[in-house]
């Protein structure tokens, strides 16, 4: 009976339902086909916003320069694998030599570049082109592909070329045939001239497409979107369409799919219900005579599932409930237990999805995914939206303390429980995430109608009250624009952590807020002390690491002294340390030994703090620099003076001097006088001195040579042996020698 009931009176109004079933689906799946092309649009958009895409591609000469080549051709392929609808993607620069990657480099003939030309001259930023082949006022569709096509440079008004991107025909083709869910029907797009862009026909009719079109636009004069229902030669169509809102246009998509495919499985589900039924009552009859025999059967086994003590069983007990009764408050308690550790790791669960979520791992899950997700979490978020704040500590590294990493993790620890308690106060939904660089990352979940734009300043106000107080440490606060979507929540953790970066370089507490904060003038006051920078790169040459710390402060104060934020003050520090690399490898030292395999640019890339910045660039580069340097200078030089020590003793006498001796080794003077001070520890001249007198005291003593042939032997005038002798011995060369000789005679004297 029932199924009867159903079939006669429930066929029409589950018909109208399915109907009503089938114009959601189709009108979600059109949402879905314009958000590929809408995600197109922008990903086009970024990439023509890229700085490689910049007007100096006027002036490259792309063979000579073949490494910015490859890098562009590299670029195209990138964005040509960006999305599946993508056949291939050109780059046309209208230069002095046309040219055009496609993606590959080539110079275009002048028939090609009158095409190329006429797209640049429709003086659109971007806009979708078809390549027709076939004339405007014909109905039928077009082969060609679409074609998105956008300007370059992305913000010019005098454009100077073009990134042309060529959809797939047939991978849009097959896009648009998912509006019909049933795989019969047709389905098929309208551009604002009412052109057929691409269309799938499953039907028997060639003419459906055209004919289903004009009933289609009738309609549409009145209503954007909607539904109505067709008939055809042989079969009755239910009809949806609406539009798509294009960069430069407005579509239409169009689908038609069968009634009978669609009211066709209640009817089978009616008669399927009519046999279950009777199929049922004859079962339930015999059932119920089993069940009388059997009744006991359930119990006696899901008792001996549960007593697997065999406590029932060995002592016999007749009251098998209580059995069950027994066994279900056990495991209540187990469930109890689990539910209470799941409790006490729900905060660590949740930090953990949103440190997922921030940083982009969770992209390809849908926003209803992300939804009840967050929900089984705990979150209540229907109604509700979303703000990111970024709270970054600094001035930890103001001294050079042996602790540091220990100070960084109590900072770390303090600034994110202090957040907790504070944000309690102000915020129902609130989770906190501790980056461990001196930062965290709150995430606030409000009702949309709060005006909740106070309480997060005066929130900011009170945790910068509490910080300063506790940590002795300036603070700064970024806050992001809200947001509703779950999905936008990693974009607004971008936001905020570039946010900060316009921050003061000054040694204050600072709000940022994204929702009125304006960066355009920001960025473009940069300033770059290059007078400092050659002094700083003077004194690292002198070796003077103390000079060069207080150069590097100077530098730093005269940035922050034109009021520049961090966001340009950084590039500078990096130029600056690329200049002092510069060096390193005139050096002949290689980066990598020096710093220890180390990735430089990286850790500067951390660092936000102005005392940090000259700790690190004195401590880090210039001091291991120099230690460096000079340990291969002291080699070399030790060097040199072995073979200027090893001339002097072979022709010392003759006449030389610090010129010869620099002259003999391949070098100056100057180095040579300084290198034999600093090894030998005496001056070039009081070295020859002396030497000449050891000389001439083993002449004096051991041969009978007069004063004359002797002061020629050791390289000295007759005068002036005597007077540089008696300086040195303290008396002359004649009286040396007999008092010399005197002393040993009178040696073997006694000894006899």
């Not at 960006?82 to 002095?96: G, K, Q, R, T, Y």
């Not at 589900?269 to 089993?290: F, H, N």
């Not at 940090?612 to 291991?624: A, K």
Request: hydrophobic share 35%.
């Amino acid at each position: 009976m029932i199924g009867l009931g159903i079939y006669w009176f429930g066929v029409n109004e589950v018909e109208d339902s399915l109907k009503e079933m089938h114009e959601n689906q189709i009108f979600e799946r059109a949402q879905n086909i314009d958000d590929q092309f809408d995600y197109l649009e922008k990903s086009l958009s970024h990439w023509a916003y890229d700085p490689r895409f910049n007007s100096s591609l006027l002036n490259l000469n792309y063979v000579v320069e073949f490494q910015e080549t490859r890098d562009i051709v590299q670029t195209l392929h990138v964005l040509q694998g960006s999305h599946p609808l993508i056949d291939h993607v050109e780059l046309f620069v209208d230069s002095a030599v046309p040219v055009l990657f496609s993606p590959h480099y080539n110079v275009l003939e002048a028939d090609e570049y009158e095409f190329y030309q006429s797209i640049l001259e429709q003086h659109k930023n971007m806009s979708w082109n078809r390549l027709y082949s076939i004339p405007e006022e014909s109905n039928i569709e077009d082969p060609q592909p679409l074609v998105l096509i956008h300007s370059i440079p992305g913000n010019s008004n005098a454009p100077f070329g073009s990134i042309i991107v060529t959809l797939d025909r047939q991978k849009v083709a097959d896009l648009i045939k998912t509006l019909t869910p049933y795989n019969e029907g047709a389905t098929f797009l309208l551009n604002d001239a009412n052109r057929v862009l691409v269309s799938e026909n499953s039907t028997e009719e060639a003419s459906f497409v055209s004919s289903l079109r004009d009933s289609v636009l009738g309609k549409a004069d009145s209503d954007q979107e909607g539904s109505f229902v067709f008939s055809g030669q042989d079969e009755t169509f239910s009809v949806s369409y609406g539009t798509m809102k294009r960069m430069d246009s407005e579509w239409t998509y169009v689908s038609a799919a069968p009634m009978s495919s669609i009211t066709s499985p209640i009817v089978i589900v009616s008669t399927m219900i009519i046999s279950v039924s009777l199929i049922g009552l004859l079962l339930a009859l015999i059932l119920s005579w089993v069940a009388s025999k059997t009744i006991y059967s359930p119990i006696a086994k899901l008792v001996k599932v549960l007593d697997k003590d065999s406590k029932w069983t060995d002592h016999n007990h007749k009251d098998e409930f209580k059995v069950i009764e027994n066994q279900f408050r056990e495991m209540s308690m187990e469930s109890q237990s689990l539910e209470n550790r799941l409790t006490t790791q729900l905060p660590q669960l949740k930090n953990s999805f949103l440190l997922q979520l921030i940083q982009g791992y969770l992209y390809h899950y849908k926003e209803e995914e992300l939804k009840e997700r967050m929900q089984n979490y705990g979150w209540e978020l229907d109604s509700h939206q979303f703000v990111v704040m970024d709270i970054q500590v600094l001035g930890l590294n103001e001294s050079k303390t042996t602790i540091m990493k220990q100070d960084e993790s109590l900072v770390a620890f303090a600034l994110t429980n202090i957040t907790e308690e504070v944000s309690q106060e102000y915020f129902e939904q609130c989770n906190v995430i501790n980056f461990y660089d001196l930062s965290a990352v709150l995430l606030i979940v409000y009702p949309i109608n709060n005006e909740v734009r106070k309480s997060l300043h005066e929130f900011s106000n009170q945790a910068m009250d509490v910080l300063n107080r506790v940590l002795k440490r300036q603070i700064t606060i970024t806050i992001s624009q809200p947001t509703e979507s779950i999905k936008r929540i990693p974009y607004l953790f971008e936001d905020v952590r570039k946010g900060k970066r316009y921050r003061n370089f000054e040694k204050e507490n600072q709000v940022i807020d994204l929702e009125t904060f304006e960066t355009s003038n920001d960025v473009s006051q940069l300033h770059y002390p290059f007078e400092i920078e050659k002094e700083i790169l003077q004194a690292i040459r002198m070796g003077q690491i103390h000079e060069s710390e207080q150069l590097i402060r100077e530098f730093i104060e005269e940035l922050k002294g034109k009021g520049v934020k961090e966001i340009n003050i950084q590039p500078c520090i990096t130029q600056l340390f690329g200049s002092i690399q510069h060096e390193i490898l005139h050096s002949s030292i290689h980066p990598y030994d020096l710093f220890q395999g180390k990735n430089m640019y990286e850790e500067i890339s951390h660092i936000g703090d102005p005392e940090q910045m000259i700790n690190w660039l004195t401590f880090e580069v210039i001091t291991p620099f120099i230690k460096a340097l000079e340990g291969k200078v002291n080699i070399e030089m030790k060097q040199l003076v072995e073979k200027v020590c090893t001339y002097i003793k072979e022709h010392y006498m003759e006449d030389i001097s610090l010129e010869s001796c620099a002259e003999e080794v391949n070098t100056n003077p100057y180095t040579l006088s300084k290198a034999f001070k600093k090894v030998i520890g005496v001056n070039f001249i009081d070295y020859v001195t002396k030497l000449r007198i050891e000389k001439a005291k083993e002449l004096l003593l051991n041969t009978n040579m007069k004063m004359n042939d002797i002061a020629e032997q050791v390289g000295y005038r007759h005068s002036y042996f005597n007077r540089i002798f008696k300086k040195h011995i303290g008396i002359p060369p004649s009286q040396y020698r007999k008092q010399r000789i005197n002393e040993f005679i009178q040696d073997g004297t006694e000894r006899k």
